[in-house]
């Protein structure tokens, strides 16, 4: 079975300051990761996901998260945030072979203020 | 426009009175899905589809059932709803050729 811990509930941040989310996973399998925003009163949107290849993911608005396997990790940063970032973002896997299931973190709550 | 499509966006209920959710989409995916969203506790799996007349549990069925009749339509059926059901839920599909996911809207679920 696999589990996805987020270790920050909620991260406040200044404008134009950078941010790093972490997330960690446990699985006895090879596994997917993604990263998902979800903006007030919105549904989830991808923002960039690792499935093989280049340990280093870009994905949509500035973000970039690196896999390593070896301390079962894939932490999501921006370098400069801006106020349209305040959102909730959610780490999942999932296992190659469990036909899409997504097994989510808890969220972290990103607050930007000026 | 690729879509998934969810209704009603918001209800309110009260125990024990049938309800279902429908959802919608237009990208021919075989793989649909239903979450429920809770505080502190991200988006738990209801249950899953991988075809037409294919379903099966999630992490969180009890109080839940599905049906899926048709390759676009994936309805979640609450009987009996109690409060504790009372929760965001979503709809998704999952393209297999990119193993992505496209999430509903989310449906807002008050039972009193």
């Known amino acids: 079975a696999q589990s996805v811990t987020q270790l920050d509930s909620q991260v406040p941040v200044f404008e134009e300051a950078p941010v790093e989310l972490r997330c960690n996973y446990s699985s006895s399998v090879s596994v997917y990761l993604f990263w998902y925003v979800q903006y007030p009163n919105q549904g989830l949107q991808l923002l960039l996901k690792?499935?093989?290849?280049?340990?280093l993911v870009k994905g949509i608005n500035g973000f970039e998260a690196e896999f390593n396997k070896s301390q079962t990790s894939f932490h999501l940063r921006k370098p400069s945030v801006h106020i349209s970032d305040t959102a909730e973002y959610f780490c999942a896997v999932s296992d190659p072979d469990s036909w899409g299931k997504l097994q989510f973190g808890a969220g972290t709550q990103v607050v930007v203020t000026p | 426009e690729a879509q998934v499509t969810q209704n009603p966006r918001y209800l309110i209920t009260v125990t024990g009175k049938k309800l279902t959710v429908t959802c919608s989409q237009n990208m021919n995916h075989e793989y649909m899905s239903w979450y429920r969203q809770d505080p502190g506790l991200g988006l738990r799996q209801i249950y899953y589809s991988m075809n037409v007349e294919v379903t099966d549990k999630g992490d969180v069925p009890e109080g839940y059932k599905v049906s899926r009749k048709e390759k676009r339509n994936f309805p979640l059926i609450l009987e009996s709803p109690s409060p504790n059901q009372t929760s965001l839920y979503f709809c998704?599909?999952?393209?297999?050729?990119?193993?992505?996911?496209?999430f509903g809207p989310g449906t807002r679920l008050t039972v009193l």
């Open positions: 998704a599909t999952r393209q297999s050729s990119t193993d992505t996911q496209y």
């Open positions: 690792y499935l093989s290849g280049s340990t």
